[in-house]
């Protein structure tokens, strides 16, 4: 666990975010955007298609600049927190390289990036035994099922001991259970490791069980359109049943959000 | 490998095939009125293998040299190029219709040029073997190493890798499949252009063996020439795919 810095993660002010039309016209996707992420949280961020989750996460991770407005990230520009391996992000699919091994997959943030290598951290394979792949090591990611290939993803994310954890539906192409069973492991890897997630979700039992805040987007232009604070209820460890009737109310609020925007 | 034993069909069948043609070939066409000296049986043709090794091994192994050169060259190029285009948009949309261009150009229309420029030797053999693995082999590695995905990409970026860590551990390893899927039609056409190449000016090599057996009417030398041919043909697609085999053992999984 790295000792924080800064006790803002994440700060967005009138921030707008999208890309450059061949006219040069700026479309932002995400407009007027204003949000203080506080270190260590876990924030899930929900709303309709192309209301700008992605797109948010994106600039977290300085892979699309914002067009106005300012964005800071462990107090400092995205592009410094990257180049300081503080921001990791896990993708939908998992994109691991099928011609690396798990354990290759794991280290890839090792060998690549002029970043001085930390040795503090747990290696590639005491994140696979985190992860309950141990004796996968050796296998490549064909061999591996869905739920696997993204623990080998989120282990992966782990290996560069990141500030903030990004993660772009992670779980979005898994069954249920698979999916249930991540959500507690990540739970437990965000209370071991005290890092930053920002979790953008298309469920919203997802979206409800693992934030200590929600987010509800808009879209068109993309835009905050409420904030759920969970933690009166939910204790620091951030530690909720999946059944319990507060949860389901919390749900019932936020499907009603998601039909309103 | 494992296919084979558990479906025995898949080697009977294709053996049995051949063996009927050969036996049509060996039986009904002396019946039919061909001629030997125009198409001469199997038996024949195996008979000047034996008559005429020492002929004929001298003549192979020009060609074995122009091939496997020719094709180490216009796949060595073709690759090279491709990284560099892309790498360099600006090059490759600058070059690539130039190449375009030339690749409609029929090699046989080319090869004499290639001959007044580069001689008699064994070189234009090379280069026109070389050419003719070029095209493929520039655009199927092109793709290849255009067919990165965009997670992948974004990955690299979030790790802060440099343009040349992404060529090498991102667009090679999957521009790889792409390659070894040219280099089987590559094995094949090496050989095409160095016989053509010693068509057109050589006294030795399998390609001018062809043509003086063609004109001194010897055509049983011409056939076991021919089966030369195919045979360096078939040695080299099978020295790609078990080099193939081992470096894509990933995909086996």
Redesign the interface.
């Known amino acids: 666990m790295r000792e924080d810095r800064h006790p803002v993660a994440i700060a967005a002010e009138a921030l707008d975010v999208g890309y450059r039309a061949r006219s040069g016209r700026a479309v932002a996707v995400l407009q007027g955007f204003d949000l203080t992420v506080p270190a260590g949280e876990f924030l899930t961020i929900i709303g309709p298609s192309g209301c700008g989750k992605s797109t948010f996460l994106?600039a977290v991770?300085?892979?699309l600049p914002p067009l106005t407005g300012t964005l800071k990230v462990l107090g400092g520009a995205a592009a410094d927190a990257?180049?300081r391996?503080e921001?990791?992000?896990v993708?939908q699919?998992s994109?691991l390289?099928?011609?690396r091994t798990v354990l290759a997959n794991v280290e890839?943030?090792h060998?690549?990036?002029?970043?001085a290598a930390r040795n503090t951290g747990p290696t590639a394979a005491e994140l696979l035994e985190l992860m309950g792949l141990k004796g996968f090591e050796g296998?490549?990611p064909?061999?591996l099922s869905g739920g696997q290939r993204q623990r080998v993803a989120i282990a992966r994310a782990l290996v560069?001991e990141p500030r903030i954890l990004l993660m772009d539906e992670p779980f979005g192409a898994l069954d249920e259970i698979t999916r249930d069973r991540l959500n507690d492991e990540l739970l437990r890897i965000w209370r071991q490791t005290g890092c930053t997630i920002l979790f953008v979700t298309h469920s919203i039992m997802e979206a409800a069980y693992l934030g200590q805040r929600v987010l509800v987007l808009a879209a068109n232009p993309g835009r905050v359109h409420a904030l759920h604070d969970l933690r009166p209820l939910k204790g620091a460890d951030g530690a909720i049943g999946r059944e319990d009737p507060r949860l389901v109310e919390v749900m019932g609020e936020l499907r009603r959000d998601l039909e309103r925007c | 490998m494992r296919d084979m034993v558990r479906q025995p069909w898949n080697v009977i069948l294709p053996a049995a095939g051949a063996l009927s043609i050969l036996l049509v070939w060996q039986f009904l066409l002396p019946v039919a009125g061909v001629p030997s000296y125009i198409v001469p049986t199997p038996v024949e043709i195996g008979r000047i293998f034996a008559r005429e090794s020492a002929l004929l091994w001298t003549n192979l192994w020009p060609t074995v040299q122009e091939a496997l050169l020719g094709f180490l060259l216009g796949n060595g190029v073709a690759v090279l190029l491709a990284v560099l285009f892309v790498l360099n948009r600006y090059v490759q949309a600058a070059y690539f219709p130039v190449i375009l261009f030339l690749n409609t150009i029929p090699v046989l229309a080319l090869a004499p040029v290639i001959i007044l420029i580069f001689g008699l030797g064994m070189l234009p053999k090379v280069i026109i073997a070389a050419v003719i693995c070029f095209f493929p082999t520039l655009v199927n590695m092109i793709r290849g190493l255009e067919s990165v995905?965009n997670?992948?990409l974004?990955?690299?970026?979030?790790?802060?890798?440099?343009k040349l860590?992404?060529l090498w551990?991102?667009r090679l390893?999957r521009a790889?499949p792409f390659l070894f899927a040219s280099l089987r039609i590559a094995s094949a056409t090496a050989v095409i252009g160095a016989v053509v190449g010693e068509w057109i000016g050589s006294d030795k090599g399998l390609g001018a063996m062809i043509i003086q057996a063609t004109f001194n009417y010897q055509s049983g030398r011409l056939y076991a020439a021919i089966t030369l041919c195919s045979c360096l043909a078939i040695l080299l697609f099978l020295l790609v795919v078990a080099i193939e085999k081992v470096v894509?053992r990933?995909?086996r999984?």
């Open positions: 994106r991770a300085d892979l990257r180049l391996r921001v990791a992000f993708f699919d994109t390289l099928p011609w890839l943030p060998n690549v990036g002029r970043v296998r490549y064909a061999q560069s | 995905s997670n992948e974004e990955l690299f970026r979030v790790l802060s890798a440099t860590e992404t551990k991102l390893p790889l894509l990933y995909e999984h």
